[in-house]
């Protein structure tokens, strides 16, 4: 049973590995589990809750290409979203994540309500709706949270949280019938329609799956699957997040702009994405493109996605030859194209604040010109991605943390095991 007492005594210790690598402090999850639990029955009187746990994502590549069925390099990351839960009687959900205010909602009601775009509530009805229109069950549950998925980092929480509400409906009351594809596909439903954010399918997708992963989404209802088992570490390399600091502006419309450029493009020859424009015809309409469109940036945008495309699958093959330092390579020229041609470090409407570009410059200048770093995730602010040799480690994490504040370097690793229950 899934008490403090059990957690206290080793229950969960056959599953650390899995979800956290080979560095964790055991004492310490036990700690954080066995709070979580006495949390949930404080908070609901349940003595013996369900515990599940849904990691946040890195991508390795693919820089916005999901949007347009491309393809994408991801890895299932050793930060997670924890949360202890039990069923209701009634047909409620209540989620109370730690330091935010409780979220209820009604499973009554399935249909979009407008006021709260935006919210948790949002994701939590549209992926109730999603379930009931599969013709799967719903059903009342109440979970209390914790997370270590740096929230606004690019590792996406939000995905994460898409992905933990499935896997607990799919747990609770289907027998975990769904797989990590459906749910991924279930997230990505809720966040577009519900509440209102136009991601594709590639953080959900991570979240859900477990390790490192390509995935070619040129038919995204059945996205093609290509695990990987790699590490990083046994090469000599930290893998490491720099959280560079919010920027307090709007970014959703830098973020919406990216995926409506790509596809003005496509739309010029008859298509809704770029997966579906072959890149030499697209190459040889340049001229009357430019004149057409008269906007350079849907352009280079439209080069960055065709590259990136190619680019992920060279990826795959030099990881899967062991080929290092061809994977390296090939990481530094995506961030190099995330920066020139996909232009997602800074958005055009604020060109004082430039945390990205900072971070990548001071990089270079303590691992040197090569060195292995690029934008992380959505971008425009936020964190990047930085590969960090052993005996650079330290330096590196302080003079970042100079810049960025204490806590702004996150080594992470890559976590194997999907979002799922782990006791009950």
Request: glycine share 8%; proline share 4%.
């Amino acid at each position: 049973m899934a008490t403090r007492h059990a957690v206290e005594q080793g229950l969960l210790h056959q599953h650390y590995p899995s979800l956290y690598g080979q560095t964790y402090d055991e004492s310490e999850m036990d700690r954080r589990f066995g709070h979580l639990i006495e949390t949930h029955q404080n908070l609901f009187g349940q003595m013996s809750p369900s515990v599940f746990s849904t990691a946040g994502r890195t991508e390795l590549g693919g820089n916005h290409t999901d949007h347009n069925l491309g393809r994408v390099l991801a890895a299932t990351i050793n930060l997670d979203t924890i949360a202890a839960v039990t069923k209701r009687t009634d047909d409620k959900v209540v989620l109370i994540s730690e330091g935010y205010p409780a979220v209820e909602v009604d499973l009554h009601v399935l249909k979009v309500v407008e006021s709260e775009k935006n919210t948790t509530e949002a994701l939590v009805r549209g992926i109730a709706c999603a379930f009931s229109k599969r013709g799967l069950n719903i059903g009342g549950w109440q979970a209390n949270t914790t997370s270590r998925v740096l929230k606004g980092s690019g590792l996406s929480s939000s995905a994460a949280v898409e992905v933990l509400c499935g896997t607990i409906f799919n747990h609770l009351y289907n027998t975990d019938v769904l797989s990590p594809v459906e749910l991924a596909i279930i997230g990505k439903f809720s966040e577009n329609v519900y509440f209102g954010k136009p991601s594709g399918l590639m953080d959900q997708m991570a979240c859900a799956y477990g390790g490192i992963i390509g995935i070619d989404f040129a038919d995204e209802q059945k996205p093609v699957i290509e695990p990987i088992q790699y590490s990083f570490s046994e090469h000599g390399y930290h893998l490491c997040i720099v959280d560079t600091g919010g920027n307090h502006a709007d970014l959703t419309p830098a973020y919406a702009a990216v995926p409506a450029e790509m596809r003005k493009v496509a739309a010029y020859f008859g298509t809704n994405h770029l997966r579906e424009v072959d890149q030499d015809t697209f190459m040889q309409a340049l001229p009357e493109l430019r004149k057409t469109l008269n906007n350079d940036r849907c352009i280079l945008r439209a080069m960055h996605f065709f590259q990136e495309n190619t680019r992920v699958e060279s990826m795959l093959k030099a990881l899967a030859a062991d080929d290092i330092n061809a994977y390296l390579s090939l990481v530094r020229q995506s961030g190099e194209s995330s920066f020139c041609f996909l232009q997602n470090l800074y958005p055009s409407f604020f060109p004082e604040e430039q945390g990205l570009s900072l971070a990548i410059a001071m990089t270079k200048s303590m691992l040197g010109p090569d060195a292995t770093v690029r934008v992380h995730g959505g971008g425009f602010a936020g964190t990047i991605q930085a590969y960090v040799q052993e005996n650079e480690l330290e330096d590196y994490i302080q003079g970042m943390e100079a810049v960025f504040g204490k806590g702004s370097v996150t080594p992470i690793a890559v976590r194997s095991k999907p979002s799922s229950c782990i006791a009950e």
